[in-house]
Structure formats: C-alpha cells, structure tokens
C-alpha cells in the first residue's frame, strides 16, 4: 500500500492514531549460493486500537512470518514496525525487552509450546518473573487469577502439561500471553490443531477476553472461514504481498481480487441448495517458490484472468483503494466477479 492509500485510510478511519503501523516490511532468508527466500516483501498497513484484523493464505506465503516479524522475535531485513508510536525495528536490548511486554504471540500447536518438564503454573509466571512483575505469594495468586480468566480451574497450577486436553493447553498458553497485560496479541492459526467444537470455544474466549482487556489482535490462519467471525477486517496474504484488505462482510459478500475469490471458493457453504449452485474455483499449478517469485503481479502464474505477457507478467500491481475501505494489487479488479 502506498503512503498515499494509507493516508486516504487514515483519513477514512478518522484521527484515532493506529496501534500498530507496519511500513514497508521485508524479510529475505539467506538460502546459500541458490539466493534469498523472499518471505515477506514490502508490506504495509494499520491497525487500530481493539480492531481483530484476520491475516489469510496458504501455506508458505509469508504469514506467520509476518506475525513474528511484528512481534519481533525475528529482525526485519529493512521497513518499519512503529508500535504506539515506537519504531520497535530500532530498538535493542532492554528497550525492546519491554516494548515487546504488550507485544504477545499466541502459538499454533498447544502441544508443542509449551515445556512438558514445568508445571503450569511455572509456565505462566515465567514471563512475569522475567520482568520481576510477581514474587513468592504473588506469583500464585496471579497465576491463579490468569488460569481462572481463561475458564481453568485454579487449582490446576501444580499440574503438568501432558495432563490437560489440546483447547486446555490452548487455554494455558492464552494465560501466559495474557500475564503481561499486552495490547496487541497475535493469535498464530490458535485453533488450526483442535477439533472443531473446541475451536468455536476457543474463539469466543479470545472474543471475551478482547471486550474484557480492550485487546487488538491480528489472527492468523489459513483458511478464511475461521477468520470470518472474528475480524473486523481481513487481509489476504500470497507469496510475501497482501494482495487484499477489506472489512470482513464485505470481503465475503464480493472480492476485488481473484486469489480472494478462490480462497473463498474453497469453503462449503452449509446449505446445500446454495452448496450446489456454487463453483469452486481451482487454481492451476502449486504455489511458486519464494526463493523466485514470478514476475508483474506474482499470482499470474494462477490466475485465471491474468493477461499476459502485458500487463500481469511485466508490471507489478499496486495495492491500491477500489472502494471505501476495500483495497486490492490486481490491473483488473473489475474482471474479479467474472471469474
Ligand atoms: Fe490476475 Fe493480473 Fe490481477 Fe494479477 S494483476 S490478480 S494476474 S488479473
């Protein structure tokens, strides 16, 4: 998105300052003498305060990437992470140690993040005593309040992690993101390893807790149903770039981009006059590497509007506003309810 379109948002949202701005974001993962994974590759948006912005593609496109890239856990190549007013992507040890305290990351797999040789309550204070936030007494007591917050019995403290079900740990791990009191949480696909009943109670924790903490969040997750309630924007992510951004019933009542409309296509609608009327939109070929992403707009390879050579293949499409609110990178976003 151009600082211009930006601007036009901001305007559009009117003067409350974002929480979070990320400005032109790159990250290229040396990969030898074969060159550079192009993970992430100029990437810019907003959010603002108490907004769920739902980020959405397949696998391997660069979003969770993108997610520790916010969270700094890994250093952008070049580009800006300006955090309530703090470029983060300047900061160095303790600066940044704190910074991050209201920057948290829920993780994907419930089983894998967490230690299995510490007791739960050890989990979830650990953040806290890294900071010297909680001492003897206090460290049980607020461990019990954060268990108690995320529908945990209290006393399950002492336990250990194999002893609980995959949406328990999923509960123990929103706990220890929750200790520091963060204002931004991203939920890195939270609900991607559960069951689908869990998944729905899991969500609407995440729902309560954002109305109970004033929390933003930015949920990642591969497939665009599971974003749908929850955000109030989305953002659809293909090999590095965000190819779209646009409220959430507006995004799935029409498209400006044709990858969108292909995701969207993928998902079961549960109706089955309107399930049989519907068309699934296959895309051709795999998803291209990183390690050399096609020229022009780099979905042309899959696209099934593309014209080519010109303009698909030879010039990049600007992430540009289509409508209030609704911006896309594709030369022919009119085409899309062709498709
Ligand atoms: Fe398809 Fe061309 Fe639009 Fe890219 S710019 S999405 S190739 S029509």
Redesign the pocket.
Known sequence: MSSATLDAERQRLGTEEPLLRVVEVVKHFHAGVIGSVKAVDGVSFDIRPGETVGLVGESGCGKSTLGRLITQLIPATSGQVVFDGVDITKLRGEKLRQQRKQLQMIFQDPFASLDPRMTVGDIIAEPLENFGLVTGRQKDARVQELLRVVGLNPYFNNRYPHEFSGGQRQRIGIARSLGLNPKLIVCDEPVSALDVSIQAQIINLLEDLQREFKLTYIFIAHDLSVVRHISNRVMVMYLGKIVEISPSQELYDSQE???TKALLSAIPVPNPRVESQRRLIELSGEIPSPLNPPSG?R??TR?P???VPT??ADTE?PLEQKAPGRFA????SE?VRTV
């Open positions: 981009h044709p990858y707009c979905f042309h696209c509007i593309a014209k303009p698909c499409p990178a594709c030369h022919f085409r």
